[in-house]
């Protein structure tokens, strides 16, 4: 098993459209991220979760909706997204904690497009 | 506020030469991390290596070393030997002290040439 997989690797959906991307970690970590990747933006943190608890949402629009079921699964929930949502999107892991010598450790992203 | 810049939006380096990334950085933080990352085309970031800010020695991790001047606020990626699979984007990022939050630059592309 990779360290953080991530599914679907590629997502068209139109703009009424719900749908999730999926993260799973096998690293035994306890904090995971949800990034998104804009073509020609440096990566931007969307949500923190610590031991399954959000602990950082940085202004993200309520058409995103996270869930952290346990430390080693982290949903993403998507509605009524808009055109200039098209990113990628990344979902990382890391040992939870403000230890600056602990990397995060990202899976392959979802490529999502909107319609 | 904290703020990454990598000045180089690409490289292109022969193969089996040594290539260095610029990064530069922005903080008043005393204690924090900095961090480069590896993003091949197929989309996954790949950590390379890590450097705290009080760490005296620059940190390394096989071909890569980072070239730290925390007077200068640059943080350097050098990779020694480069290989045709080195081809990728190349992200700095930094963390301050007791965040979590990760602040990347914008990417260097690096260009592996045989």
């Known amino acids: 098993e990779t360290g953080v997989t991530q599914t679907p690797r590629h997502l068209v959906m139109g703009m009424t459209n719900k749908k999730s991307l999926k993260c799973e970690q096998h690293l035994g970590h306890n904090a995971m991220y949800w990034y998104k990747q804009s073509a020609k933006k440096p990566l931007e943190l969307m949500f923190v979760y610590n031991f399954k608890e959000q602990t950082e949402n940085n202004s993200v629009p309520s058409r995103f909706s996270p869930e952290c079921p346990n430390s080693s699964h982290l949903f993403l929930h998507l509605h009524t997204l808009q055109p200039e949502d098209s990113a990628l999107y990344l979902c990382?892991?890391?040992?939870?904690?403000?230890?600056?010598?602990?990397?995060?450790?990202f899976g392959d992203g979802t490529r999502l497009s909107i319609l | 506020a904290q703020k990454i810049t990598q000045t180089q939006p690409g490289m292109f380096v022969q193969e089996k030469e040594a290539v260095t990334l610029d990064c530069t950085y922005d903080t008043s933080d005393q204690s924090y991390g900095l961090f480069w990352y590896k993003q091949p085309s197929s989309g996954e970031m790949i950590f390379l290596i890590y450097q705290g800010s009080y760490d005296e020695q620059n940190a390394t991790e096989g071909r890569y070393s980072l070239n730290f001047q925390k007077a200068r606020k640059s943080a350097n990626l050098v990779i020694s030997a480069s290989q045709l699979g080195d081809s990728a984007m190349y992200f700095c990022?930094?963390?301050?002290?007791?965040?979590?939050?990760?602040?990347f630059g914008q990417g260097t592309r690096l260009t592996i040439n045989p």
């Open positions: 990022a930094m963390q301050r002290q007791g965040a979590q939050k990760l602040v």
């Open positions: 990382a892991s890391s040992q939870a904690g403000r230890m600056l010598n602990q990397p995060q450790h």
